[in-house]
Nanobody, 115 residues
């Protein structure tokens, strides 16, 4: 199984931006990949994904504000988050989009948006 290592979170004000990074370690990942957000009291939700053709998908509330991308040569994935609001606060994790291909969840990276 590959390992996922997230980074780039932080504290920003409403309207600010964060760029999250996801490093794939221990192997090459050649399937659709997703970013997920975990907040207290709620199930982990998928916010964006990118398939092997580079086609993205976004959850409705982040569409137009978040951009998912990948660097296959470096085994890296990114999530550019713009115009952030407090509802975007959460622990962001990356993993395979398909449940059957998911490996152990990494530590995630915390993004906090203050009002």
């Amino acid at each position: 199984q590959v390992q996922w290592v997230e980074s780039g979170g932080g504290l920003v004000q409403t309207g600010g931006s964060l760029r999250l990074s996801c490093a794939v370690r221990g192997g090459t990942f050649n399937r659709a990949m997703s970013w997920f957000r975990q907040t207290p009291g709620k199930d982990r939700e998928e916010v964006a994904s990118i398939n092997t053709s580079g086609i993205p998908w976004y959850e409705g509330s982040v569409k137009g504000r978040f951009t998912i991308s990948r660097d296959g040569a470096r085994n890296m994935y990114y999530l550019q988050m713009n115009n952030l609001n407090p509802e975007d606060t959460g622990l962001y994790c990356c993993n395979a989009e398909g449940r059957n291909w998911r490996s152990t969840w990494g530590p995630g990276t915390e993004g906090t948006v203050s009002s």
